[in-house]
């Protein structure tokens, strides 16, 4: 079968190869891919940024997907075929110290599908059913491939912030766990504007737009007239960072409010900033990574009630069969959140 991978230690390189379809293992499940999202970390691992240096290559990408059961191992009752699913893509080893009280999503150990070992771009994956969950009946496959980065949003607001009905929140990055987690922040009650720059006007702030938002662009509004007029100067309640730049931070900081919180999601690299500010106005720094299961079961419900907008946020235009035009638009920031139809490799 074919599946888009990560061939060589290049910027781009991304291929399809062919691999074998997989045989589960006795606490596997066989899973046929329907759809699968584009994540801001497959750009990574197409521009083979350092944090991907530790993959062995050719490695078929791709980690948010949802499909069906086709086959279960010897020892699998939780689950069968026909069942539709999703996958919690960085599975913890369960034996660390995190593991065993419950923090997997920081194991020390953890593997990831898609960087780890063969992920979703292909037309069959085998998954340990402890790592899979159950796609309601009513809601769309398409919409289902949206839970693991809506689960991102989901622990990074529900868990991890303090945002309640009220509060006002500011969604740095309007990329997708920007768009995703102002969504759940809106659900959480808070009264959500998202911000981006100069690149984001064209398709991402828009769209934040169509969602319903109210938006800023950095490079061209008047932050301070735009905290003045939305917070009455006092400042956001709470700012999320999911820019993945070092300015985000910096930008947090002028914009959160004395007392208020700032959640980091993004990866930013490296910045210098001066933090006896931040000391002096008793900011809580929150980091927010990964997800657990708790997390997709919040995000399967509010993806099926229509809390979060999957179709209006998905962006289906690309195909696996020419994925680097979806490459290149993500990285343009010309799209947000392409979904392939993973059928085509099947074809
Ligand atoms: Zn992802
Ligand atoms: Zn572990």
């Known amino acids: 079968m074919r599946g888009l991978a990560k061939t060589e230690r290049t910027d781009g390189a991304m291929e399809l190869i062919d691999i074998d379809r997989p045989t589960p293992g006795s606490d596997e499940a066989l899973i046929e891919v ?7 970390s497959d750009a ?12 062995n290559l050719p490695t078929v990408i791709g980690h948010e997907y949802a499909g069906t059961i086709v086959e279960v191992g010897d020892n699998v009752t939780d689950f069968e075929s026909g069942d539709r699913v999703v996958e ?18 920081v194991c020390q150990n953890a593997v990831i599908t898609g960087v780890d070992h063969h992920g979703a771009y292909t037309g ?3 998954v340990p059913t402890r790592a899979l969950q159950s ?9 289902a491939a949206m839970v693991e980065p809506t689960s991102i949003g989901a622990r990074a607001v529900i868990e991890n912030s303090r945002t309640s009905a009220g509060d ?15 969504q ?8 959500v504007v998202v911000a981006g720059v100069g690149q984001d006007a064209e398709y991402r702030l828009p769209l934040a737009e169509e969602l319903g938002f109210e938006t800023l662009n950095v490079e061209a509004d008047d932050m301070e007239a735009a905290r003045e007029e939305h917070t009455d100067g006092v400042g956001y309640d709470v700012v999320f960072d ?4 070092p300015s985000g931070l910096t930008m947090a900081v002028d914009e959160v409010r004395k007392g208020g919180q700032i959640v980091l999601v993004g990866q930013t690299g490296e910045t210098t900033m001066e933090y006896s500010p931040l000391v002096r106005a008793e900011i809580d720094l929150q980091c927010s990574y990964a997800s657990m299961y708790e997390d997709f079961e919040r995000s399967l419900r509010m993806i099926e009630d229509g809390s979060v907008d999957a179709e209006t946020f998905l962006d289906d235009r690309y195909s696996l069969l020419e994925a680097d035009d979806a490459f290149h638009a993500f990285l343009a920031g010309e799209t947000c959140k392409p979904v392939f139809d993973v059928s085509e490799l099947r074809d």
């Not at 329907?34 to 801001?40: K, P, V």
């Not at 919690?88 to 999503?105: D, F, M, V």
Request: hydrophobic share 30%; aromatic share 8%.
């Open 135 to 143: 796609v309601p009946d009513e809601l769309p496959s398409k919409h």
């Open 88 to 105: 919690r893509p960085i599975r913890g080893c369960g034996s660390c110290y995190q593991c065993k009280i419950g923090e997997e999503n």
């Open 168 to 182: 006002r929140v500011l969604v740095a990055g309007p990329g997708p766990i920007g768009q995703l987690t102002a």
């Open 242 to 245: 999911t820019t993945g730049h």
């Open 184 to 191: 759940v922040a809106r659900r959480q009650g808070g009264d």
């Open 44 to 55: 990574g691992i197409y521009k083979f940024k350092s944090a991907f240096e530790r993959m």
């Open 124 to 126: 069959y994956i085998a």
């Open 34 to 40: 329907e759809y699968a999202g584009l994540c801001g």
